[in-house]
């Protein structure tokens, strides 16, 4: 299983960024749960978004909800993060994740794959 981002980078506050996690090795619409978690320098990783296996959007982090919404794109293998209404507080590395046994937990302890990260950096 190798889980790779892209589409991470520097934007002004108020901007966009798409992240997208592409998936080989593994059919992402076959797991049970996949999500995104970001990561700050000195703080643990913290679950931003997550969605089971049939599509359902499980959790979205009170901070980014309205503003961050997560996607699945079944054609391309892939998971999306878009990030709409970007603030400097958001700045963090960001990882796509996944698990295939049951369950959509909360703990980034619970997911045995991951990607590298993509940086976000909004000032």
């Known amino acids: 299983v190798q889980l790779v981002e892209s589409g991470g980078g520097s934007v002004q506050a108020g901007g966009s960024l798409r992240l997208s996690c592409a998936g080989t090795?593994?059919?992402?619409?076959?797991?049970?749960?996949v999500g995104w978690f970001r990561q700050v320098p000195g703080k643990e990783r913290e679950r931003v978004a997550t969605?089971?296996?049939?599509?359902?959007?499980?959790y979205v982090h009170p901070y980014v909800k309205g503003r961050f919404t997560i996607t699945r794109d079944k054609a391309k293998n892939a998971l999306n993060l878009q990030m709409n209404s970007l603030k400097p507080d958001d700045t963090a590395m960001y990882y796509c994740?996944?698990?295939?046994?049951?369950?959509?937990?909360?703990?980034?302890?619970?997911?045995?794959?991951w990607g590298q990260g993509t940086q976000v950096t909004v000032s």
């Open positions: 969605m089971n296996g049939d599509g359902t959007v499980v």
């Open positions: 994740a996944v698990r295939l046994n049951t369950g959509c937990p909360t703990r980034p302890a619970d997911f045995p794959y």
């Open positions: 090795g593994i059919h992402l619409s076959s797991a049970f749960c």
